[in-house]
């Protein structure tokens, strides 16, 4: 029973398939020319090629039997193709060729036109961001961290207080000094008073002389021990005010490297934080050798060059700074030379360390002509732009000179006023005919191209149903294709 049904389903198979081809092959495609019935056009054979009569008989008569439905829309498949299609046309708009394009229809592009403005000459280098002044807050005596008075991430000025090491090792050290420096001041002062009761009474003759150049000695000898120990009294009265840790630069505090409690000695290579002054900051960038000649000269005639600063990518101004050295000397391995710019930087949007595209603003180009880059097209032939000229493109070779992100000069080929493809650009040759047309927001192009697709499908419909929508899309163009007469609706 199993091979039975295996060869009644082949069998089947085959008859469907020869029935789809045999239909297929009845079926008159509208861009064939066929012969009219005589009995279909009322017995009048039209001329070859020309259209099919409108009511299906070239009498008036009803259509003959056996013509299909197209025959009394207007145009059957025995009758020829439409009367608004000439001989050739296909599936899709009539009067295209095969292939649903008409080398005749305008190509659809967005042009900008040439015109005359300034544009900046710039060199562009990939720099780092450096803070003005980095120092490393570190404690210049040894004791324990009593006290932290800052929050990481702090702005500070020069002289706030830090931190408090434990003071009173260093307080106990000047009360010494201070004890050390009464007791010989003391001595001095006696000292001075016998040397002026020996000088009385060797005026006297009372005493030997020897006995008053000993008090004199002795006398400098004590204020010798004073001044020392003024020295120690000083020293010991800054050891204690090094316990208060104090910022030596205004800037930005980092994350604090010791935790409170803990000692803290002069010779720590961490230190307790660092500090980074970054309003204002700097940033070092390195630029060919052969631009040199043309920064040095602008930097020799006094003026200010100007560098700006962008991100990573290219899309956002950090800020714009000036120039402000040049290095004494350019890298022989690399071909660059150094340079330094400095930024304000008020809304702190460089740090330290930062990577940056740096954009040195050498000069500045007045009454030029400048086009959109998207509009410079490269070739066989060079440099060229599509230019428009009464609704038809033109080759034009051009000559570029200075290039922005968003502006590029031309130095030959146009002229201010001309119009220039900007978008379309893949179909165009010389001589094409184009249509600007303004770019459409998303939601609206989905609108027009459900809308072009409707509207398709209606002149289908119209046309007796040898057209089709473009996308065959949209209700219209669906019924459209429904009427067709020439095609089994199955098929």
Not at 74 to 85: E, I, K, N, R, V
Not at 119 to 147: F, W
Not at 210 to 238: C, H, I, M, P
Not at 454 to 464: I, R, T, V
Request: charged share 20%; proline share 7%.
């Amino acid at each position: 029973m199993g091979k039975r049904a295996s060869r009644v389903a082949g069998v089947l198979v085959v008859a469907v398939a020869a029935a789809g081809l045999y239909a297929y092959k009845a079926e008159r495609l509208p861009w064939q020319a066929a012969t009219p019935s005589p009995a279909a056009n009322g017995g009048a054979h039209p001329a070859p090629g020309g259209p099919g009569t409108g009511t299906g008989a070239g009498t008036g008569a009803a259509p003959a039997p056996g013509a299909g439905p197209g025959s009394a829309a207007g145009g059957s498949p025995g009758g020829g193709p439409p009367a608004d299609s000439p001989p050739g046309g296909n599936r899709g708009t009539p009067g295209r060729p095969p292939g649903g394009f008409d080398m005749n229809r305008p190509t659809p592009v967005q042009a900008a036109v040439a015109r005359k403005g300034s544009i900046e000459v710039t060199i562009g280098a990939l720099g780092t961001i450096t803070a003005r002044n980095t120092a490393t807050v570190r404690s210049r005596v040894d004791g324990l961290l009593t006290q932290i008075l800052f929050r990481e991430g702090q702005t500070v000025k020069a002289g706030d207080v830090l931190a408090q090491i434990d003071p009173r090792p260093y307080q106990v050290a000047l009360d010494q000094a201070q004890g050390q420096l009464l007791r010989d001041q003391a001595l001095l002062d006696n000292a001075r008073v016998d040397l002026e009761r020996y000088r009385g009474l060797l005026a006297k003759d009372s005493i030997a002389k020897q006995q008053v150049d000993a008090q004199v000695a002795l006398v400098r000898q004590y204020e010798g021990t004073v001044v020392a120990d003024k020295g120690q009294v000083d020293n010991a009265r800054l050891q204690l005010s090094f316990t208060k840790i104090t910022a030596p630069i205004s800037g930005r505090l980092g994350l604090r490297q010791v935790d409170l409690g803990n000692m803290v000695r002069a010779s720590d290579t961490t230190g307790l934080v660092v500090i980074t002054e970054t309003q204002p900051i700097t940033a070092v960038f390195a630029i060919p050798a052969d631009h040199l000649p043309a920064v040095m000269r602008r930097l020799g005639a006094g003026q200010t060059l100007q560098v700006e600063a962008w991100s990573a990518d290219g899309r956002t101004s950090l800020g714009t700074g000036k120039l402000v050295s040049v290095d004494n000397q350019i890298d022989t391995t690399t071909g660059t030379v150094k340079l330094k710019a400095e930024f304000a930087n008020r809304d702190n949007a460089l740090f330290p360390n930062q990577f940056f595209n740096a954009r040195l603003v050498v000069d500045t180009r007045d009454d030029v002509v400048l086009i959109p880059p998207a509009a410079v097209q490269r070739g066989s032939q060079g440099t060229f732009v599509y230019r428009i000229d009464e609704g038809l493109v033109k080759v034009v070779v051009i000559k570029t000179g200075t290039t922005s992100s968003s502006r590029v000069e031309v130095l030959e080929g146009l002229s201010a006023g001309d119009q220039v493809v900007i978008d379309g650009v893949d179909r165009l040759r010389e001589g094409a005919k184009v249509e600007v047309v303004r770019p459409q927001p998303r939601a609206g192009g989905a609108a027009n191209g459900a809308g072009g697709g409707a509207s398709n499908g209606a002149a289908g419909a119209a046309a007796g149903g040898e057209t089709r929508g473009e996308a065959g899309t949209g209700p219209a163009g669906a019924a459209g294709e429904r009427r067709r007469g020439s095609r089994p609706s199955g098929s």
